[in-house]
């Protein structure tokens, strides 16, 4: 199978003829955004494989392979729910070994995590016997996550597409658990502090903004910092940063405190921050309102684009038109 012809990675909506299209129509694999530190998230879901003799497992490995060659130049996590593996549609021992073994360093490298969700005594029994091969760099990285909440501190789950089987096998495992056993469940969503920033509406921002400016602290913090420092360093979006670091600068931002990025010296901690700021509005620049018009934006007439994207990015709120102008201006140097 050709793995070079170019296709969305993860999406299930390929032409029928596309090698791939038998593959990716069963939403085995899928892409889901960034996790909490702003890498990419690939999905493996056991649960819509088919049986075994309805899926060439060989097709699903370049496949596997076809999306992943598109973020692993980069950091990402991969997450795969275990539910619904059963003896009719799982793989055989030696396509696990082999497909190991098809993964050279350029995957192994960038990925910082594997969560295995609702691991069962058969994956953790495997992963046992396949020890020998799997290198210790690489264990390190694989993670037990028995309930979907635990998922929480990585990634948003409601954009996971998380299946509907697996989110009711979760359901059941709390449901056994005696109440005092019972783990956390996601806390709602609380009002936001006084100087809070991050997860709080650009509106709401620009009313506290002392000089009432529509484009947000953090963005301007940022954007200053990695245009002075981060226009000559490839690649500025695509790396991770220290985790505790990130953590400790939404503190300080939330608390109300001055960050200054020429102290912390650290590119790829400014352009982390950015991204989590964008990715915790609780709703994006473009807003919802336009999200269908963007989406159909592509059967739009060429000769119309420009003036139909003029008209849209003008309905947009002052806060929400200033911010994206801010932001565009600053991707269009990088």
């Known amino acids: 199978t050709d793995i070079s012809q170019r296709f969305d990675a993860g999406s299930p909506h390929l032409p029928w003829d596309h090698p791939f299209y038998d593959i990716a129509r069963h939403q085995i694999i899928e892409v889901a955004g960034d996790d909490n530190f702003g890498r990419k998230v690939i999905v493996f879901n056991a649960c819509r494989m088919p049986p075994q003799h309805q899926l060439d497992h060989h097709k699903l490995l370049m496949y596997l392979k076809g999306t992943l060659d598109q973020y692993v130049e980069s950091d990402y996590t991969l997450i795969y729910f275990h539910h619904g593996l059963t003896s009719e549609n799982k793989p055989s021992l030696s396509w696990l070994r082999d497909a190991y073994r098809e993964f050279d360093r350029k995957y192994k490298k960038n990925i910082k995590a594997l969560y295995i969700v ?43 597409l998380i299946p509907a089987r ?56 940022t954007i200053t910092f990695l245009s002075e420092q981060g226009l000559e360093i490839e690649g500025i979006f695509r790396r991770s940063a220290n985790v505790t670091l990130v953590k400790e600068v939404q503190l300080r931002y939330n608390s109300g405190a001055t960050v200054n990025f020429r ?54 709120p002052e806060e929400n038109y200033a911010s994206l102008r801010y932001l565009i201006t600053f991707l269009a140097q990088v």
């Open 166 to 221: 697996v989110k009711e096998y979760d359901n059941k495992l709390r449901a056994a658990m005696k109440p005092c056993t019972q783990p956390p469940m996601s806390p709602p969503r609380s009002p936001p502090l006084p100087n809070q920033v991050f997860g709080v509406p650009l509106e709401l921002l620009r009313q506290r903004s002392p000089d009432g400016d529509s484009v947000p602290m953090v963005m301007r913090d």
């Open 263 to 316: 102290e912390l010296e650290d590119v790829h901690l400014a352009a982390v921050i950015l991204k989590t700021f964008l990715r915790e509005l609780p709703e994006p620049l473009l807003t919802y309102q336009l999200y269908n018009d963007i989406v159909n934006f592509t059967s739009v007439s060429s000769d119309s684009q420009v003036t139909v994207m003029k008209t849209l990015v003008e309905s947009l």
């Open 118 to 160: 609702h691991p069962t005594m058969f994956i953790k029994t495997l992963l046992i016997l396949f020890k020998p091969i799997i290198s210790f760099k690489f264990g390190r990285k694989i993670n037990y996550v028995s309930y979907l909440s635990e998922l929480e501190d990585v990634v948003k789950c409601e954009q996971l």
